[in-house]
């Protein structure tokens, strides 16, 4: 039991009680940065006793199995199911009638693999995100700072959570630091953008809580449930195999539950609340948004839907949700194309990039699963520094509008090699991280159906349109400038080549060398895929390349070599 799991969540919490009690806007900014730095070398510490441990053997923890974890009980009651009340009926003694359960709740934290690099993320995308906005933030900056800690504790417990209940406590509780952080610190429309972000996703969250009640219902309605009937991983274990529920119990379940996490994600059509949130939300509150809390959604399928109804997840799942991927991967592109302003194009661009994510993880294999995970990691570091770079120019000129910039290159070298750098990385360019995950998740698909991987291709192409067109329209030919009254236009400076060179390096590390990150994920995914080997009748991943495919990822084979 790993007692460093929940300072993971009560240090920002602290963090926030101590900036709200200082009340000192300077105070405010270097406690919070040193808030988030302990945080992260926290987690940092977590990965390294967490590569020290070996995996959970799949007789033992099933299909969902947290490496490091910390587990306290904090109530107990007892559940009576129908042939308790049945039996008490008939007036049989006490003793026979007493055949309640006693269910437990629990503080039940842990890390996998999956959800080990989300936490390394956040925490790095939240010092990032404090150090972006070390001036910008002048009004109220407790309180912002307050929020953005607030909502670092919620997206680190959802992934830690392997309880239901505390998923959704935390899955609930990032909604409303980032509504603040948008209806107050927001663009022209913040209020409506906050409120039309809060109503959609709220929404979504009641059905899924719907499905969490639903599921955990049916399972205490069976005989011998676990006394532990939130814990995920005992769940897994208990619905896997002949243990399953049956086929309409689990679509009803996956409908409930995905109905929130789609909005999330966002898949399309459910994505409108995000190019408006993105818009108006502050530079934090973008990379915080786009970096982290919209993988709560391609999480929570990943948590949920696929290891604890995978009849529903064959039957339904797949052809709605891969769908509604390849839909949202060219629409986004195409929205993208369309857009003028900078901080627009790339809210859309997510919808499109995380279709990739969804793609690859309904191609129920390794290899798509693996691609789904690392394609999550690399739209966090890609997608975070965008928005870090656009904040940045929009700092300097107080515009993101396309057709008032041109030539920037000549004017702000570093931040035009940012730019440059982020978008081939988001673009996929062999070397760099977006390739290794967009190439994973379509090799995935093309096992399961080739069709949906042929249209999703299209959004590679797609992507380098609009991405290099935005380029060369902005920062490339004759030097276009807004008036900026006077004021010295200055290069990236020192705080803010600090916010963004960690996740360039990252970006770069991940697309020459993805070995140690998919071997932190491969047990856990090779356990998610072994459910659908099963279910469908057909390999894990091919033979001789399964080495290959998910601890590599680059060279062929040893035996194919020879």
Avoid at 25 to 30: I, P, V, Y
Avoid at 328 to 347: E, H, N, P, R, T
Avoid at 421 to 431: A, E, K, N
Avoid at 491 to 499: C, F, Q, T, V
Wanted: aromatic share 10%; hydrophobic share 55%.
């Amino acid at each position: 039991m790993s007692t460093l799991l929940p300072a993971l969540v009560l240090l920002p919490l602290a963090t926030a009680v101590v900036v709200m009690v200082l009340r000192s806007a300077g105070a405010a900014r270097w406690i919070s940065l040193l808030g988030s730095l302990a945080t992260l070398v926290i987690s940092l510490v977590l990965a390294a006793q967490f590569a020290s441990l070996r995996p959970v053997s799949d007789s033992v923890g099933g299909p969902v199995r947290p490496r490091v974890e910390f587990r306290h009980t904090w109530l107990t009651f007892s559940w009576a199911d129908a042939r308790t009340h049945e039996a008490s009926a008939a007036g049989l003694p006490a003793g026979l009638a007493d055949s309640g359960r006693q269910v437990r709740l629990e503080f039940f934290l842990g890390l996998d693999g999956i959800s080990l690099l989300l936490v390394l993320l956040t925490a790095l995308l939240l010092v990032s995100a404090v150090l972006v906005s070390w001036e910008s933030i002048r009004v109220q900056a407790c309180e912002f700072y307050a929020c953005l800690l607030v909502l670092e504790a919620g997206l680190i417990g959802a992934f830690c959570a392997f309880d239901l209940l505390l998923f959704y406590v935390f899955f609930e509780v990032t909604l409303i630091p980032l509504f603040f952080l948008i209806g107050i610190w927001g663009g022209p429309q913040r209020q409506y953008a906050a409120y039309k972000f809060f109503l959609y996703t709220l929404a979504g969250s009641v059905l899924t809580l719907v499905g969490l009640i639903a599921l955990v219902l049916a399972v205490l309605s069976r005989p011998g449930a676990s006394c532990t009937p939130f814990a995920i991983p005992e769940l897994a274990r208990q619905l896997s195999g002949e243990g399953a529920l049956p086929l309409h119990l689990q679509c009803g379940i996956f409908l409930g539950l995905s109905a929130g996490f789609m909005i999330k994600v966002p898949l399309f059509p459910f994505h409108t609340w995000l190019p408006l949130a993105h818009t108006e939300a502050p530079t934090a509150g973008s990379v915080i948004l786009a970096g982290v809390l919209l993988k709560l959604g391609t999480y929570g399928f990943l948590r949920l839907c696929l290891p604890l109804l995978p009849d529903a997840t064959l039957v339904l799942g797949v052809p709605l949700i891969a769908t509604l991927a390849v839909i949202g991967i060219v629409y986004g592109a195409f929205c993208s194309l369309a857009q003028q302003d900078i901080k627009k194009l790339v809210a859309y661009s997510s919808v499109s990039h995380l279709g990739f994510c969804m793609l690859g993880m309904f191609a129920l294999n390794a290899e798509g699963i693996s691609g789904s995970v690392l394609q999550m990691v690399n739209h966090g570091l890609s997608t975070g520094a965008l928005f870090l770079l656009v904040g940045m120019i929009y700092d300097r000129y107080h515009t993101r509008m396309m057709p008032d910039l041109g030539g920037l290159a000549a004017r702000l070298p570093l931040l035009a090699c940012g730019m440059v750098f982020i978008c081939l990385s988001s673009v996929g360019l062999p070397g760099l991280n977006g390739f290794v995950g967009e190439v994973l998740s379509l090799i995935g698909m093309f096992k399961f159906n080739a069709a949906y991987a042929v249209v999703g291709t299209t959004g590679i192409i797609l992507g380098a349109w609009y991405l290099l067109s935005m380029l060369q329209r902005s920062f490339f030919g004759p030097l276009k400038e807004p008036d900026v009254q006077g004021r010295p236009v200055t290069d990236l400076n020192g705080r803010e080549l600090a916010a963004l060179l960690p996740l360039v390096a990252l970006c770069l590390w991940i697309g020459v060398y993805p070995k140690p990150v998919l071997d932190v994920i491969r047990p856990d995914v090779q356990a998610v895929a072994r459910i659908y080997e099963k279910q469908t009748g057909r390999p894990e991943v091919e033979p001789r390349m399964s080495d290959t495919v998910i601890t590599d990822g680059w060279k062929i084979a040893d035996s194919e070599k020879q």
